[in-house]
Structures are given as structure tokens and as C-alpha cells.
């Protein structure tokens, strides 16, 4: 997965490639572990898979996102500067 840019301000576009098809779920934690977001994605074929989210309403400070795929979660960090 591949968050750009990280550091950002308002938008941030995640990219991952799918090696099967499968249902995505999105998750945005803050530093406490509390669930900010979340975003079921829906169901996406195999290959590129690319989402701009708007999240210009939330503080600066460090974030973390977590996308499920069927039962494989990848977590990254995510900082957010105003």
C-alpha cells in the first residue's frame, strides 16, 4: 500500500495492488487507537486499486490506517499537517 503524500493537508490518495478480488473495508485511527473513519470500499477485482479520500475536517497530528482485505489488514502510518 502506498499512501501519498504523507505528510498531507487535505486529500490523500491510497494505492494498493489487489492480487485477488475481494471486499475492502477502510479504517482511520488517531493516536489513541480510536476509530476515526471508516469506509466499507466494497467489493474490487484483482490489480490496481487507487482511492482519494477528502479529510481536510481532521487535526494535524498522526493517524493511523488500516485496510482490510478479506481477512489480510495492512496498518500504516498517515501524518496530517495544516
Do not use: C, W
Request: glycine share 6%; aromatic share 8%; no cysteine.
Amino acid at each position: 500500500m502506498s499512501l501519498s503524500p504523507n505528510p498531507f493537508e487535505d486529500e490523500l490518495t491510497i494505492r494498493m495492488d489487489l492480487m485477488q478480488p475481494g471486499n475492502l473495508e477502510l479504517s482511520l485511527l488517531d493516536i489513541t487507537g480510536r476509530v476515526v473513519f471508516h469506509f466499507n470500499l466494497g467489493y474490487h477485482t484483482e490489480g490496481e486499486f487507487v482511492k482519494s479520500l477528502s479529510l481536510a475536517e481532521l487535526a494535524s497530528g498522526m493517524y493511523f490506517i488500516q485496510i482490510k482485505h478479506n481477512e489480510k489488514i495492512i496498518t500504516e502510518e498517515l501524518r496530517i499537517k495544516k
